[in-house]
């Protein structure tokens, strides 16, 4: 790999953010979203098994529906804090699901690969991890095409469940709002805002053997 593209890599990881009030509503092309699921669907994943599904979601009822819940469940979570908690969380907005105009839910499916999934036998989230990967790769991707992506994490997943149709043996692992941008932000929201800073590296890294810092 030249310097350049191994200069454009980290850039792309740099920039990536968990966009929300970014989004511009415009539509996002047939052939770019056609790639960045490409490269959510190119991830690795433990014994070949990819036990991911995608579903986009653009119905503006499924996305305004999908809103409201976020919202009770954001309030739900607003009651339990008080104090500068409260006040630095009320600042942190869930824009993004009508905003953006498409959601992509993804999704776990354990049977995926049959009942023996080679390397998942000691450790049965591996799974779960790999879809992860899936949407580090479509997080990546989509930075990379100048598109913002916003995780949501307020919901009950046996709701989505229900909204979309996924079967029982589906866990959504995920709900990502996709779309253009009009930037993406400097520092993130929870930065910005006060929640949490991002910590350093020597923080968390330990040698042989784990320490307490």
Known sequence: MTAGKKAALYDVIGRRRDTRREFTGEPVPDDV???????AHAAPSVGMSQPWDFVLVRSPQTLRTFREHVAAEREEFASTLSGERAQTF????IEGI?????????????????????GRHAIPDAGLYSVVCAIQNLWLAATAEGLGVGWVSFYREDFLRGLIGMPDHVRPVAWLCVGA???????????RFGWRARTSLDSVLHQETYRAH
């Open 33 to 39: 979203l056609e790639r960045v699921l490409l490269a």
């Open 181 to 191: 941008v009009a930037e993406l932000p400097d520092v993130p929201d929870l930065e």
């Open 98 to 118: 009508c905003e953006s105009g498409l959601g992509v839910v993804v999704g776990y499916d354990a049977t995926r690969g049959g009942p023996q999934v080679l």
């Open 90 to 93: 009320s600042r942190i907005t």
